[in-house]
């Protein structure tokens, strides 16, 4: 219907511009030039209700508007030719004085109507474009708004000065014609003529722009409610939505570079999803209960830094002849996230597959190295460990260490602290590495027992000073006399105050072990 009313609204204008403007043409009697613009639009308008299904259905869905546009331009020049070489043939009309006129103005609404039916079918085009197979890519050719308005105001200007041109032209042609002398009321009418079609021009154009700019409005405003409404529904968590880009301008570029956003929260959703079902599988690893040992109070947490971690710890209890024994380990292994859990994993498996026939902790670490060696070798990737086996009674201990930090006792009634060390490289690291193991130390009545991983010392505080050794000692002294959850509770404590805000870069996990008064 759009269509229709455009090119009757063409015929009339084109009529009423030959009418006034053209030369020749103007002469003739209104019913020959009403036919003469008719019959030329008529077949223009025949012809594009036949070619819209064949042409305009068939070519892709996001470049039909420029087809559009492209045909009723075309129909429009075509209709001007016909026009003009109608003119020269039938009434003998000069082709440049009369005939380019003609042809100039049939241009010019042809211009303002493809433009405004091609806007018109894009607009079709978006409402129907979320339930069809749409580009949600980044356009491959880009055009600026800027450029857009910049060519469509230069063509105007342009059209309207050849215009103003065939006006002034007309009339001095008139005045050159004239056999009589040029009277000054002659000279009257000819401006008063020039003014009245110059004005007509003007109106006429610009009708056209403000049509045209009411018709680009109506899309920006489809492309911003296509693009606010995807956002809108990623505010709230819906991802199922991408925004289709159906322009080569700036909106075109933004729904591409949102729909890669999209994309991109996506995969991270489901990566935070997969963490989260990794990190609750490695919660899982942990001790499930309070741990009870005869005469000693146990706590043990780990902080994961990430969704997963590699730190861990671990107790396998009721060994030894009358499983009076236990074993502790506790672990670091390099990196946090996915590659460190899988790691601490694989270390867990290996130590609980020997824990139960084998208790001496050198040889425990040593096999454990031997298999996790095949894994890693080569890759960058290890874990350091301290392995601690405690008996029953009187709390006796032996200890290996592969390259961890050793575990440290606070006496309290002599306010010293003590180290149990031993040598050994990580775990992974070379097949044959040999582990030290210490005997003998023994928890005595109030002693408390630490182990932890350097995630503890060092954290960072603001200034970047870490939280060193000396600052879990004194954590450790100054609530000695409490329970163990209690102790590891101040440390941690401790390390959050000390950090004032800083994020948590590595795991931390801590054992306490306190020997009952």
């Known amino acids: 219907m759009r269509a229709f009313l455009l090119y009757l609204i063409a015929f009339i204008l084109i009529y009423v511009y030959n009418g006034r403007i053209c030369p020749f043409v103007s002469t003739l009697p209104a019913w020959q030039i009403g036919f003469v613009v008719f019959v030329p639009i008529a077949i223009a308008y025949m012809f594009r209700v036949l070619l819209f299904t064949p042409l305009i259905e068939k070519q892709k869905i996001d470049v039909q508007a420029n087809v559009v546009g492209g045909m009723d331009f075309c129909l429009f020049v075509a209709a001007g030719v016909s026009m003009v070489l109608f003119n020269e043939l039938v009434f003998d009309f000069p082709l440049m004085e009369s005939g380019g006129k003609v042809f100039m103005g049939t241009f010019t609404i042809g211009f303002f109507v493809a433009i405004d039916l091609a806007l018109e079918h894009n607009r ?69 003529s020039i003014i009245i079609d110059i004005v007509f021009i003007m109106l006429v154009l610009l009708g056209f722009i403000i049509n045209l700019l009411y018709s680009y409005s109506l899309n920006l405003r489809m492309l911003f409610e296509s693009q606010t409404g995807v956002l809108e529904r990623v505010s709230n968590g819906d991802m199922d939505y991408f925004v289709p880009v159906m322009s080569s301008d700036e909106f075109g570029v933004i729904a591409g570079h949102t729909n890669a956003m999209i994309a991109g929260l996506r995969d991270r959703i489901r990566m935070m999803e997969g963490l989260k079902v990794a990190g609750e599988m490695q919660q899982a690893l942990f001790p499930k209960k309070q741990v009870e040992f005869e005469g000693l109070d146990i706590a043990a947490s780990s902080i994961f830094s990430d969704e997963t971690g590699g730190d861990f710890f671990d107790f396998v209890e009721n060994l030894g002849p009358n499983q009076d024994e236990m074993i502790l380990v506790l672990g670091d292994g390099t990196g946090h996230g996915i590659g460190a859990a899988l790691l601490m994993a694989s270390t867990r498996a290996y130590l609980r597959m020997q824990a139960e026939y084998q208790h001496s902790p050198a040889i425990l ?58 040598r050994g490289l990580p775990l992974g690291v070379l097949p044959d590495a040999d582990y030290e193991e210490v005997c003998c130390d023994a928890l005595t009545a109030g002693e408390v027992m630490v182990i932890g991983t350097d995630g503890i010392w060092e954290a960072m505080a603001p200034d970047s000073e870490m939280f060193g050794k000396d600052r879990m000692r004194d954590a450790i002294r100054m609530n000695h006399n409490k329970s163990a959850a209690e102790i590891l509770h101040a440390v941690a404590e401790a390390v959050r105050i000390f950090q004032d805000g800083e994020p948590q870069l590595d795991d931390i996990t801590i054992v306490v072990l306190k020997a009952d008064s």
């Open 124 to 192: 079709k085009v978006m409402q129907v474009a979320r339930s069809m197979k749409w580009s949600y890519a980044l356009p491959q050719v880009y055009y600026p708004i800027t450029t857009k308005f910049f060519l469509f105001g230069t063509i105007t200007v342009l059209l309207f000065a050849s215009l103003i041109v065939a006006v002034i032209a007309r009339d001095l042609y008139l005045l050159s014609s004239m056999t009589t002398q040029v009277s000054k009321g002659h000279i009257l009418l000819t401006r008063q």
């Open 365 to 422: 670490l040593s096999n454990t190295n031997k298999l996790l060696t095949r894994d890693c070798y080569g890759s960058g990737r290890f874990v350091t460990l301290f392995c601690l086996q405690i008996s029953g009674g009187a709390h006796h201990v032996k200890w290996a260490s592969a390259g961890h930090d050793p575990a440290i006792i606070y006496d309290g009634n002599t306010n010293e602290f003590r180290e149990l060390k031993a």
